[in-house]
Every structure is written in C-alpha cells, then in structure tokens.
C-alpha cells in the first residue's frame, strides 16, 4: 500500500523511483521478449552447424561425391559417417567402370555396385551412375576387338547389361566418358578405341541404347578441362548440340571441375560457358570436383584460398541453377590426387576451410 511520506521531498523520490521501476519492468518485458523471438529454441540445431546435407535438402539440391568400397569397411567407421552426414548423392568412384563390372563377354558382376546402391538406399541417397564408355579401366576383351560391327555390339551389351540391371533404381548415368581430346582442334581422342575402330557414331549408339534400356534414367556426357569457355568446352558444346539435334537423349552434361588453387571462374568464364549449355535446355552438374593445393606459400594461406575457388565453384553453379555439386572422393586421405589435399575433409575427417566455404555458400545464397 502507497503511504504517503511526510517529507515532500521523499515523496516525489519515491514517486519518482517508482516510475523508473515501471519503466524499468515494461523495457524489461520488451526486451526479453524480444530476445525470445530472436533466439532459436534449444533443440533446433544452430544454423551454422547443418550438415551440407541438411543445408542441400532444404533447397533440394544436390550435394555429395565419389565413393569407394571404403564406404562398406567396418574398420573405418567415420568414411561412412562422413558420408552418410554430408552427401545426398553418392557416385561410385570405379566400382561401375567396365572392367570391373563386366570384365568378360556378357558376363556381369554386380556384387560390388550392388552393395554400395544398398549403402545408398539404406541412408537415402541418391546414385548416380559413372561410367558407361570410357576409354579406361577397359576390360581387356573389348581391347582386343579390331572389327566395328563388334565393337559396336559389346558396347550395346555392356551398356544395356548395366542399365538393365539398375532399371530404376539409378535414375542418372554418365554415359560417355572424356571422348574429346585435349589436343589442337580437339577432335575426338585418337587414343580410345571407341573412336578408332567405330568413329563417332558410337557416341550417339551409346546413348540410344542407354535410353532404351531405361527410358527414364536421364543421361550425361561427362569431361574434364571443360569448365570454362575454351577449345575443348567448344568441341563439347558441338557435339551435345549435334546429338540434341538427331533427337538423342541426352539430358545433361558433366563438367568433371578437377582444378587448382589458381584456377579462376571469373577469367575462364565458367559462368558464361555453363550457361550456354543451359540455354540448349541441358542439365549442368559439377561432377568430380577437386581442388590441388600448390605451391609453396604457408598451408593455412593454400587452404584459404583452396576455399575461395570451393566457394567460386559452387556459388556459379547455383547460380546457372545447376542439377548437382559433386567433389571427386570424401578425404584427402583416400583422393585420386591425394599428395594435393584437394578434397573437403583432411586426413582425420575434420572438415577444412573449404567445407565451411561450401556451407557459407548454401546459407548465403537464396534458392
Ligand atoms: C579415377 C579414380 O578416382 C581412380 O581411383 C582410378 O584409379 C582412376 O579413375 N575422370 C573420371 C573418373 O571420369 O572416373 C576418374 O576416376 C578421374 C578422372
């Protein structure tokens, strides 16, 4: 109860006092409900701490690599939780390669890719197929086959075999693999048999019977040192539009992106190169991304700029609303190049500069 005081002084002191209270309380409540609403509740997990994974899905792209058996190996537990956390796609690094996977004349061996399609299945991700034609990791019959018309039948056997095999379970395939070559002019490779005994038709062959095998399995042409506008991204840009125009199925093209830390999207025009395959109404994805440390400069200082280009790569992609982002294998530890450290993970597993580039790029960039 308000007793007045006799002291007139000490009664305003009190008044006033009581109105700083009041002041005091109303500011409080608005401050902290204002607090309320910007902090998270407790068991959301902070933004900054969502998996690539998490952070793709929300968008519903595409974000994932290459996979080795390693994957399946009960000895090296965080390889498959690193993957399972991080990507929701997942291509086999070789184990659907021809040789490996049909090493003999109609004979099949699925046990292998069949094994890390249920890896996939079990953690929801999707496979993507890689590689139908290829001029390695042939198997040594197809090799030693000198006459077109057979040539031309063992790839229809091998490329039907595998479609078949995986008829709506893998819903996209690389189906020709780095047919152009890096020499002048960039015709098509001399080096690959495809190209010297059959000539370019087998291109378009493989294709067609891909489609026909699974009409609804979408299809790619797959190289590398195309990413920006150059000779070879010309010759593949012909060839695509050539295949496009004779009606082939083709949905998309792969753009393999194994680069440096030098490599730069602005001067080799990456954007405006991808784009002109989006305007021919195809796919772009970025299908075996990594990026070689080089040089001498301190590592911290390598690892940062290894982000900057990450995070280039990315960025343009989304930006030419590209199907996927793939990196070429899970840790330096086990990459193709690994004395480079190319890769999103070191040796132990912990993500690098370049993971978190990646993050801060799926964070920052509206849909
Ligand atoms: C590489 C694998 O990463 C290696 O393990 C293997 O020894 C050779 O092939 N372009 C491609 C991929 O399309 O299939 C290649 O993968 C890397 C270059």
Redesign the pocket.
Known sequence: MFVQNRDPSKNSRTLLSKVAILTACVLGAWVSSAQTVATPPKTETPKTELSLRQLADARGFLIGG?I?ATVLDPDSPEYSETVAKEYNVVVT??AM?WAPINNAPGQFNFTLADLMLKYADAHKQVLRG??LV?H??LPRYVGEITDKAALLAAIKEHVQGVVTQYKGRIKMW?VV??TISDGPGNPLRENSPFVKIIGPEFIEMAFRWAHEADPDAKLYY?D?NTEGLNGKSDAVYELVKGLLAKGVSIHGVGF?T?VDMNFSVETSKMRENLERFRKLGLAVQLT?VDVQLKGDAPKAEKLQQQAKVYSDLLTTCLAVKCEAFLV??VTDQFS?RSSFKPLLFDEDYLPKPAYFALRDVLLGTPK
Request: charged content about 30%.
């Open positions: 290459a080795s690094e070789n390669k890689h590689t290829w390695e990791q690389d693999n780095e797959n590398y393999q194994h075996e070429w294998g193709w």
